[in-house]
Every structure is written in structure tokens, then in C-alpha cells.
């Protein structure tokens, strides 16, 4: 999935937060949920609780960008498939760190063309059994601190799951040794592709149940 890991120390508390930033947004939409995609009410307990206030539950129109899958090895470019417009709906979540439950839904035009595109998904997806590391500064330099990922897939029954876990290294004591996790659940639902994932900053990896709750979520 992808997004840029931002880690920093939080203040007073010392607890390092992580944003996910993601594709580009053609408007905040102040309307209902779409049909199909989740609610704060559809939230499990094993994810965390939604937080409270319009600001932490947003639906964003999206332009079409490619779904980044990941990247298969050290200083190459992430692997993606190309994506479709569509909305994203994002609830930040109580719990350990920074939390936050995404989904994203892009509906293809034309006949067949979100079941070709999700085939192609599935076949680069095979690829993404790998350990890498990535630069944490946009200059691609290692010896600044990178990131090393760990990322694995497979199949829940017609989706597709990537996890990655991402440990840093750096020379900044208040970087170094923190960690994030990403969970991504990919289903093909008539003409549209939906990713539902979960992005943790300050837990290691997500949990079994944790992530058979994204995998009801995404069918």
C-alpha cells in the first residue's frame, strides 16, 4: 500500500505518531457513506474503538492513481497496478500509537475492466514475499536511515492480503527502533476494486484476529 511513513516524537508524551498520506483527493465530501463501504459502526473491537468528532471519520473523492502492492527490493521503484477514481473513507482509531482503518473503493468503467485489472493484481502479488529496505529520506541515500520491510501475501478466499511491517533505523534516537504495520485486503466487487487496510504506527505487526477483522471487513 502506499503511503509515506512519517515518524517524530509526539510532545510531552514521547509516543511517535505515523501519517499515512495517500493518494490525491478531488474534494472532502460532507455526505453520507457510500453503499458498500464501512461505517464507524462496522468497526470490531479487536481494530480499536472510533474516535469521537467529525475530523477522525472522512470520505474523500479520489482521482485515479495506481495501488502501490510493494516494493520487491532494495532501491527499485514500488510495484502497482493501475487504479480507477473512486472515494476513501478513513476513521482514526483509539489504542496503542497512531490508528487508523482505511478503505478505498476505485470502480473501473468498461466491461471486465476491474476483473482484468484485479487478475493482474493477484499475479504482481506473488511477488511481494520479501524482505526489503527503504530510505526514510526522499534522496534515496540508506546511510540517512532507512526502513526495513517485511512484507508477506496470500489469499483469503477470492481476496488478496499484503502485510508489511516496517522496523526503522537511523541515527535519531527519538526515529531509530520504531516500527509501524500495514494490513491490506483487496476484493473485486462487480466493477470495482476495494482495498480495506489498517495502518498501526508503535505496534509491530498485527495480530491473527486483527486481521481476519479486515478480512470480514473486505468481503
Keep these: 500500500m502506499t503511503r509515506a ?6 510532545v510531552g508524551a514521547g509516543l511517535l505518531v505515523g501519517l ?18 464501512i461505517t464507524r459502526a462496522d468497526v470490531p473491537a479487536v481494530l480499536g474503538t472510533p474516535k469521537p468528532g467529525k475530523d477522525n471519520y472522512t470520505i474523500t473523492g479520489m482521482y485515479p492513481v495506481d495501488m502501490g502492492l510493494c516494493t520487491t527490493a532494495t532501491s ?9 477514481a473512486g472515494w476513501q473513507i478513513t476513521i482514526l482509531l483509539t489504542g496503542k500509537g497512531y490508528r487508523e482503518l482505511n478503505q478505498r ?20 502479488a506473488r511477488q511481494c514475499n520479501v524482505v526489503v529496505r527503504t530510505p526514510i529520506n ?13 512484507t508477506t501475501t496470500g489469499m483469503s478466499g477470492d481476496n488478496v492480503w499484503i502485510s508489511t511491517n516496517s522496523r526503522a533505523t537511523s541515527k535519531d534516537p527519538k526515529v531509530n ?28 505487526t498485527t495480530t491473527p484476529a486483527q486481521r481476519a477483522a479486515v478480512n470480514s471487513l473486505a468481503s
Design 5 to 10: 511513513r512519517i515518524t517524530m516524537a509526539a
Design 20 to 37: 499515512s498520506v495517500l493518494a490525491p483527493t478531488i474534494a472532502s465530501a460532507k455526505q453520507a457513506t457510500p453503499p458498500g463501504m
Design 76 to 84: 527499485q521503484p514500488e510495484l502497482t497496478v493501475g487504479g480507477a
Design 105 to 124: 473503493m476505485s470502480t473501473f468503467g468498461g466491461d471486465g475492466a476491474a476483473s482484468s485489472t484485479f487478475d493482474q493484481l493477484e499475479t504482481l
Design 138 to 150: 526522499a534522496d534515496g541515500n540508506l546511510s540517512d536511515g532507512y526502513y526495513t520491510d517485511t
Design 177 to 204: 527502533g520504531s516500527v509501524t504495520t500495514t494490513y491490506t485486503v483487496y476484493s473485486l466487487q462487480d466493477n470495482a476494486i476495494m482495498q480495506t487496510w489498517v495502518y498501526f504506527n508503535g505496534t509491530r
